[in-house]
């Protein structure tokens, strides 16, 4: 009777300490490995990588629009969001935050490129910025309209200036 106790006894501590010792390797680490990170140059046609920037959640840098993907962000989804919404500056953080704007605010700065640590949650090998960090992205402005243009001239009457 009891070496049968001692033996089941046994075996259900080994259960358990296989048990936590799996559970204790599955930690998943996708947010913070310490791979290379490596920003798409040219994540659309006519877009380019600007840097890493600083954010922080009281003072965006980019305030125009944005969305958090469930774990599907790239800089690539990010930039095809923002041209489609016409906006010239795109930005990643957090590994799922895409944010778009015209502008750059004041309170972002340019850091380090390595301060963009977290890999996109959709692309492990792409920086999707930080902890109040943003990976950004711009597009030249589209050409600006030129205004009223001069009229060269009709019938022989040419333009001679403008005359007080
Ligand atoms: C890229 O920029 C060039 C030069 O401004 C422009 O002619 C072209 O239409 C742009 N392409 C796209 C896809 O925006």
């Given at each position: 009777m009891a070496p049968t106790i001692v033996t089941s006894a046994l075996a259900a501590l080994l259960l358990i300490c296989s048990a936590s010792f799996t559970s204790a390797t599955v930690h998943h680490h996708h947010h913070y490995e310490k791979r290379a990170l490596t920003p798409p140059a040219a994540p659309a046609t006519n877009w380019t990588y600007l840097g890493c920037y600083t954010d922080s959640v009281g003072a965006r840098g980019l305030t125009s629009a944005?969305?958090?993907?469930g774990?599907?962000?790239?800089?690539?989804?990010?930039v095809s969001?923002?041209?489609?919404?016409?906006?010239?500056?795109?930005?990643?953080?957090?590994?799922?935050?895409c944010y778009c704007g015209n502008k750059i605010q004041t309170t972002s700065t340019l850091d380090d490129d390595s301060t963009c640590n977290m890999a996109c949650?959709?692309?492990?090998?792409?920086?999707?910025?930080?902890s109040n960090r943003l990976t950004v992205y711009s597009t030249p402005p589209p050409a600006q309209d030129p205004g009223p243009f001069i009229n060269p001239g009709v019938d022989g009457y040419h333009y001679q200036g403008c005359y007080r």
């Open positions: 944005g969305y958090n993907s774990d599907s962000m790239t800089n690539e989804a990010c969001y923002c041209a489609g919404k016409n906006y010239i500056y795109a930005g990643t953080e957090y590994a799922g935050e949650n959709g692309d492990a090998t792409e920086p999707c910025g930080g």
